[in-house]
Every structure is written in C-alpha cells, then in structure tokens.
C-alpha cells in the first residue's frame, strides 16, 4: 500500500492557490517536519494511517476511541512479537553454546 494523496485541484474551478497549495502539500510528504508544518498533509497522513490499521475508509466507519484501541493492540502484539524473537534468538544462542561444549567434552575422551 502506498500513500494516497488527495485528488489533485482543477486551478479553473478551485483556483490557482488551491493547485499552489496542493503542490506544497504534496512536497512536504519528504520534508523533515512536513507533517508538522501542513494541515492538508496531516489530513492526508490521519486518513492513511487508518486505513493501513483497519482497512479502506477506516476514518469514516469506526470511532477515534476505536481506531486507537486498535492502534495500541498492535503496539502491544508488536512488543510482544519483538520479545518472543529476542527469547528465541537467546535459547538458540545457548543451545548453540550446549551443543559446542559437549562436542568438545566428547573429543576429549
């Protein structure tokens, strides 16, 4: 999925302005603070990131409360995604340690 910018103005029946600042919006999508700096991109912005979390128009069918409650499951299922794989990564670690270790005692004999 990428990034949906709004529709593009038509300068003669929105004006040119319009066009100018649709263009300034559409630039400070790689501005470093951009999304600070422009209403219409954070629009933009709040409109995509509801859509990646629950799907097309997410904005329009489901709550704030419920978008955030959705938004900090994630958070949460990610962290625990992340803590399983570090788990994981140090018993692999350990067993690898185990195996060396009796290899090494059974060369010896």
Not at 12 to 20: L, S
Not at 46 to 49: F, Q, R, T
Not at 69 to 77: G, Q
């Given at each position: ?10 300068p ?9 600042h ?6 400070a ?11 219409q991109?954070?629009?933009w912005f709040?409109?995509?990131?509801c859509?990646?979390?629950?799907g ?5 069918r489901?709550s ?14 990610a962290?625990e995604?992340d803590?399983l794989?570090d ?7 350990n067993?690898?340690e185990?195996?060396r270790?009796?290899y ?6």
């Open positions: 999925m990428s990034f949906q910018f709004g529709p593009p103005p038509d003669d029946k929105d004006g040119i302005m319009e066009c100018h649709y263009r300034n919006s559409v630039d999508y790689d501005r470093d603070g951009g999304l600070m700096d422009d209403a991109l954070k629009h709040v409109i995509n990131a859509d990646v979390i629950l097309e128009d997410a904005m329009y489901y704030a409360r419920e978008l955030f409650e959705r938004l900090e499951d994630l958070s949460t299922s962290q995604w803590d794989q788990a994981r990564m140090e018993a692999d670690a067993y690898e185990d195996a270790e009796e090494y005692r059974l060369c010896d004999v």
